[in-house]
């Protein structure tokens, strides 16, 4: 189950739910709950790694719990922006798309990187990007993640099917 982001008012619930979901139901082998990641958010990336760290507890090992993430690059940019010039905030969007990307390939080798050392990590990849696609299969290839390893990607039906098609040729 892969619970979607929200609105930045709203994600703290959302997180607080899916973080308690996957407490319980991600004990396995396998992830069942997985948390959705806005990249274009100033503090994706750090909220992504406190999450990650928090679901291996090194100190409490009955604790621990199979970390699932979706990253997406973000859908709500127009809004998120007028709401905190309304209320006289910081923009909590990045500064601009190539930071947005910077981001959201991070967040993605990251992940990898955290998989290659054996952590309960999985991730779907959603993208229309070429290149985070691209980032995502070298750092499965460097850190020794398979194709079958927990990686998944994702495109929107008709936005980016050259992705999805050679993807899928190629097993993923």
């Known amino acids: ?8 008012k709203f994600q703290p619930a959302i997180d607080d739910m899916t973080l308690m979901l996957q407490k319980k139901y991600n004990k396995g082998d396998k ?3 997985f948390n959705t990641y806005q990249m274009y958010l100033v503090d994706s ?4 790694c406190m999450d990650i760290n928090r679901s ?3 100190k409490n090992p009955a604790e ?3 970390f699932a993430a979706k990253l997406v690059r973000g859908a709500y940019l127009h809004h998120e922006r007028e709401r905190a010039a309304a209320l006289n905030e910081p923009d909590p969007i990045h500064p601009s798309k190539e930071a947005t990307d910077k981001c959201y390939n991070e967040g993605i080798e990251t992940c990898i990187q955290k ?6 990590v999985e991730i779907m990849v959603a993208s229309h990007n070429q290149e985070s696609t691209e980032i995502a299969l070298a750092a499965m290839k460097e850190h020794g993640v398979s194709k079958f390893g927990g990686v998944y990607f994702g495109q929107l039906l008709g936005m980016a099917d050259h992705l999805t098609f050679t993807l899928g040729n190629a097993g993923y």
Request: proline share 4%.
């Open 115 to 120: 998989m290659g050392l054996g952590e309960k």
């Open 1 to 8: 189950l892969m619970i979607d982001a929200e609105h930045n």
């Open 64 to 66: 621990n719990y199979f």
């Open 45 to 48: 990336y750090d909220r992504l």
């Open 31 to 33: 992830p069942t709950i």
């Open 56 to 58: 291996s507890d090194h």
